[in-house]
């Protein structure tokens, strides 16, 4: 078993910047793909970032590409998110994901790619 606790989500002014980070407990012997997604009010959940095992790879959504970048070091079994010229549509709970195994870097867009998911953080960007 994984498990995920989120920290540094809050308010924000648009145009702002915010680092999430996303640290790792249990068995982390082996690291594993990492992903972050979120979920604004009356929406679904819907991918952000990925992060390969190693970081060498990394995949954005269309949407947060170019603002927001997506990182990790494995020795504090940390990923991050740093999220810069926020936008009020930005706006949700910020979830980080874990994955078991990895099967191409496009099924990490994918919510059921991922088996141990944290408990959230809100990120409020205010207009």
């Not at 915010?18 to 082996?30: F, I, K, Q």
């Not at 927001?68 to 709970?93: C, G, H, W």
């Not at 099924?107 to 205010?126: A, E, I, K, M």
């Amino acid at each position: 078993q994984v498990q995920l606790v989120e920290s540094g989500g809050g308010l924000v002014q648009a145009g702002g910047s915010l680092r999430l980070s996303c640290a790792a407990s249990g068995r982390t012997e082996s690291s594993y793909p990492m992903g972050w997604f979120r979920q604004a009010p009356g929406k679904e959940r819907e991918f952000v970032a990925a992060i390969r095992s190693s970081g060498a790879s990394t995949y954005a959504s269309d949407s947060v590409k170019g603002r927001f970048t997506i990182s990790r070091d494995n020795a504090k079994n940390t990923v991050y998110l740093q999220m810069n010229s926020l936008k009020p549509e930005d706006t949700a709970v910020y979830y980080c994901a874990a994955a078991r195994f990895f099967l191409g870097m496009a099924n990490l867009r994918l919510r059921s790619h991922y088996d141990y998911w944290g408990q959230g953080t809100q990120v409020t960007v205010s207009s």
